[in-house]
């Protein structure tokens, strides 16, 4: 089973994803491949947590892991995305993870018969980030209706945004959004973020996607963080129990300044914790039925 965005699932779905990943993060759900399923892991596009999260989960599973290297592939002489993962295919990979800057590129992917796993697509979808944020989530509150969550930066240029959005609503939060407001989408209302940040349950900063942005963006660090910023001036106004968090890679000092990185209300490292367990439940998931 492909896993390529959350709109794809019934909520019933998400939340057995969730609960298999707690129970992989309990010690109560163990499962071993034994060597018998590989996994490839393509990455178009940088990363550090995703593709290292997905290869601990691959790895902590009892698969064999492959790492792609584009720079040094067939793709230099030309070889498409299609061509490269139909080879996985042929080669008897079982699954592949794949990052690529290009929104919805798993489209040119249909007649690929192994699960796809996407990490991430352009600026539309990032599902196991959401699955991580959501766990994350369940773990502090214990449910989703009715939290409130702000979510800062540059909204235009986020998949994390897109997926998060969309499936928040879906499981009964309300989402605010706030940044700069060349950084909104045509669709989405902007808050003031002073006034959002002591009502709101979670707030969760985005980073500037310069790498996304068409033209080049000057962002000046303190101005930025001032006014769109966690710093040790406002994280007093949050709510007591509200908490911080964050996708990462985090640009300390504009979105979130160094000693509120790692306060109490930081969740940004336990996210990461998270993801590897949220991971083997998705690689449990796809793997199903073959
Ligand atoms: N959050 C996230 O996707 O991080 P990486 O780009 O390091 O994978």
Redesign the pocket.
């Known amino acids: 089973m492909n896993i390529l965005k959350l709109a794809d699932f019934e909520v019933k779905e998400i939340e057995e994803i969730l609960e298999n990943a707690a129970a992989f993060k309990s010690g109560k759900k163990k499962i071993n491949y034994n060597g018998e399923k590989i996994i490839a892991n393509l990455f178009f596009e ?6 290292y999260s997905f290869e601990t989960a691959e790895l902590k599973l009892g698969c064999k892991t492959m790492n792609f290297e584009a720079e040094t592939s067939s793709m230099k002489k030309g070889e498409t995305l299609y061509d490269t993962v139909k080879t996985f295919e042929s080669l008897g990979v079982n699954a592949v993870v794949i990052r690529h800057k290009e929104d919805e590129y798993y489209k040119q992917l249909a007649n690929i018969k192994i699960p796809i796993l996407n990490g ?1 697509d352009g600026t539309k979808d ?1 599902p196991s ?1 959401s699955l991580l944020d959501l766990y994350t989530i369940k773990e502090e509150f214990g449910h989703f209706e009715g939290l409130k969550v702000l979510i800062v930066g540059d909204i235009k240029h986020s998949r994390v945004a897109h997926s998060n959005i969309k499936v928040m609503e879906r499981l009964g939060m309300k989402v605010y959004t706030s940044g700069p407001e060349e950084y909104k989408d045509d669709d989405l209302e902007f808050v003031n973020f002073d006034e959002y940040l002591p009502k709101v349950d979670v707030v969760m900063l985005l980073r500037i996607q310069l790498e996304r942005h068409e033209k080049d963006t000057i962002v000046n660090k303190e101005e930025y963080n001032s006014k769109y910023g966690l710093n040790k001036n406002n994280i007093n106004k949050m709510k007591g129990n509200a908490i911080i968090m964050h ?3 985090f640009n300390r000092n504009v979105e979130i300044t160094d000693e509120i990185v790692e306060c109490d209300k930081s969740r940004i490292f336990k996210q990461i914790e998270n993801g590897v367990f949220v991971r083997m439940a998705m690689i449990e998931k796809s793997l199903e039925n073959i």
């Open positions: 940088p990363s550090t947590r995703t593709h991430g990032h980030q996708p990462a890679p």
